[in-house]
């Protein structure tokens, strides 16, 4: 049994297990246990049985491989001659993923430099309470401020129509695999 899952469930070496296969159960002791990089993209399992004890159960089987990408007829190849296959292209998956984090990441940038212009606001109070020193009028102070905040509002709606955008694309392009 993994260490993780037998952490979990409060199990430990010597406990009995009790699974139901194809509604039969299996009764088997926790013999040993052992730690995986689920990281790893290997297959890996909580629990490993004998074989012995499912000998007469019904059986599916797991396996992985690499393809060339020089190759991609093989994947289809293997589906045409065994229909009861599952195949499943990690990579295509992987690559998608890395493409929403790549636009996730530009998204964190613009909005991080959205945050440091933002930050220089004391400044521009103290900026602000200078001018009025020198004789700036109300009217010159509040011209700046409309200007300057609508400046921000269009660099706000710019960023919000582009990360709307960008998400789209990215859901899109999760759901229909392009």
């Not at 299996?26 to 990089?37: E, F, G, M």
């Not at 074989?51 to 019904?58: E, K, R, S, T, V």
């Not at 994947?75 to 990579?91: E, G, K, M, R, W």
Request: proline share 3%; hydrophobic share 45%; charged share 15%.
């Amino acid at each position: 049994m993994e260490t993780g899952i037998a952490k979990t469930l409060k199990h430990q070496l010597g406990d009995q297990l009790t699974f139901e296969v194809a509604d039969e159960r299996v009764v088997a002791p926790i013999t040993s246990l052992r730690k995986l990089d689920w990281g790893s993209m290997r297959v890996n399992f909580f629990v490993i049985m004998p074989p012995a004890l499912l000998n007469n159960m019904p059986q599916s089987w797991i396996t992985s491989y690499y393809q060339s990408p020089n190759k991609d007829v093989l994947d289809y190849s293997l589906s045409q001659a065994y229909p009861n296959i599952t195949l499943v292209d990690v990579s295509a998956s992987l690559q998608q993923i890395q493409e929403v984090m790549d636009k996730l990441s530009a998204a964190l940038g613009l909005l991080f430099a959205f945050t440091i212009i933002a930050a220089t606001q004391d400044e521009r109070f103290r900026n602000a309470a200078l001018l009025k020193v020198l004789g700036g009028s109300r009217s010159v102070l509040s011209q700046i401020v409309r200007i300057e905040l609508l400046c921000i509002g269009f660099v706000a709606g710019l960023l919000g129509g582009l990360a709307a955008a960008v998400a789209r694309l990215g859901a899109r392009s999760l759901c229909h695999g392009n």
